[in-house]
């Protein structure tokens, strides 16, 4: 069974900065792309971020170009977003998601909560 | 970037009744689009990708088709589960992945 856990979500100050991982497990991590999703409260999904399998391509959305950073290591199944800077807007829920392409993101975690607040 | 505009944002329905939903590219994505159904606090999941082919263990009652810009979610006979939002998303040419702003199925 497929399985994304995210973690690393919580409430930071703006300015600050996170660092979020996504453990996965029941599927072989280093054939997957992958992406990070999020979604403000009672808002829709914006994409964040995207790693192809081997971390070499690596894409952002222009809202967190320059402040965060995603990265992997598929000797440990997981995918990471460091952020920096992080801003009031920034607040959300933070999805991993898995891809094969030029298949969608097929499987989603359970998603992070980030709060930015003073 | 691509824009995804769904129709309506919102709307009433009864169990039983046939929804169906809408979406459109701002640009063509032949047959590069995805559909999720998402419920309060849980994470999307996938119903529909390619535009019509129904992911493993989705029931029956959800079809998609279009191709293009313009791209329809159908369910056939909505079941209680099925009141939840409903997010399109174009997997063409990224980045940006981008999604439609959803659409909200509620109780009447």
């Known amino acids: ?118 | 970037a691509i824009r995804m505009t769904q129709s309506p944002s919102s709307f009433s329905a009864s169990t039983g009744d046939r929804v169906t939903i809408t979406c459109r590219a701002s640009q063509g994505i032949s047959s590069y689009l995805a559909w999720y159904q998402q419920k309060p606090g849980k994470a999307p999941k996938l119903l529909i990708y390619a535009a019509s082919t129904l992911q493993s263990g989705v029931p029956s009652r959800f079809s998609g088709s279009g191709s293009g810009t313009d791209f329809t979610l159908t369910i056939s006979c909505l079941q209680s589960e099925d009141f939840a939002t409903y997010y399109c998303q174009q997997y063409y040419s990224y980045p940006p992945l981008t999604f439609g702003g959803g659409t909200k199925v509620e109780i009447k």
């Not at chain 1, 919580?10 to 999020?38: H, I």
């Not at chain 1, 971390?55 to 440990?76: E, L």
């Open chain 1, 1 to 118: 069974e497929v399985q994304l856990v995210e973690s690393g979500g919580g409430l930071v100050q703006p300015g600050g900065s996170l660092r979020l991982s996504c453990a996965a497990s029941g599927f072989t991590f280093s054939s997957y792309e992958m992406n990070w999703v999020r979604q403000a409260p009672g808002k829709g999904l914006e994409w964040v971020s995207y790693i192809s399998s081997s971390g070499s391509t690596i894409y952002y959305a222009d809202s967190v170009k320059g402040r965060f950073t995603i990265s992997r290591d598929n000797a440990k199944n997981s995918l990471y977003l460091q952020m920096n800077s992080l801003r009031a807007e920034d607040t959300a829920v933070y999805y991993c998601a898995r891809q094969a392409r030029p298949g969608p993101t097929s499987d989603w975690g359970q998603g992070t909560l980030v709060t930015v607040s003073s």
